[in-house]
């Protein structure tokens, strides 16, 4: 049904910044909304930023504080996430997902697709 396929994970020092890419596949009625997840070492996993991919609205979670932002390209089967200023608590497997509902601290409510996810490491 969808197939979601990340990138740009790596490592990068305290104070860098990042920029994640998910390309996405199949049904465009089972991604109306997209969104990044991470789960830190030793936490559960929780949203990062979503948006609505024909509206563009955007959300986000409160630990971003202004730090990352989710975009889309032109044709809406790709989604982006800048990340910039990290620091090592921002260590973490980095997933993409898409479903119906966005949430406002920037996950998704109901039935997700998930990829397989993106290793990001932050040094200090």
């Known amino acids: 049904q969808v197939q979601l396929v990340e990138s740009g994970g790596g490592s990068v020092q305290a104070g860098g910044s990042l920029r994640l890419s998910c390309a996405a596949s199949g049904s465009a009625r089972s991604r109306n909304c997209m969104a990044w997840f991470r789960q830190i070492p030793g936490k559960e996993r929780e949203g990062v930023a979503a948006?609505?991919?024909?509206?563009?609205?955007?959300y986000y979670a409160d630990f971003v504080k202004g730090r990352f932002t989710i975009s889309q390209d032109n044709a809406k089967n790709t989604v982006y996430l800048q990340m910039r200023s990290l620091n090592p608590e921002d260590t973490g497997m980095y997933y993409c997902?898409?479903?119906?509902?966005?949430?406002?601290?920037?996950?998704?409510?109901?039935?997700?697709?998930w990829g397989q996810g993106t290793q990001v490491t932050v040094s200090s």
């Open positions: 948006i609505y991919t024909e509206e563009g609205y955007t």
């Open positions: 997902a898409a479903g119906d509902l966005c949430t406002v601290a920037g996950g998704i409510a109901g039935d997700t697709y």
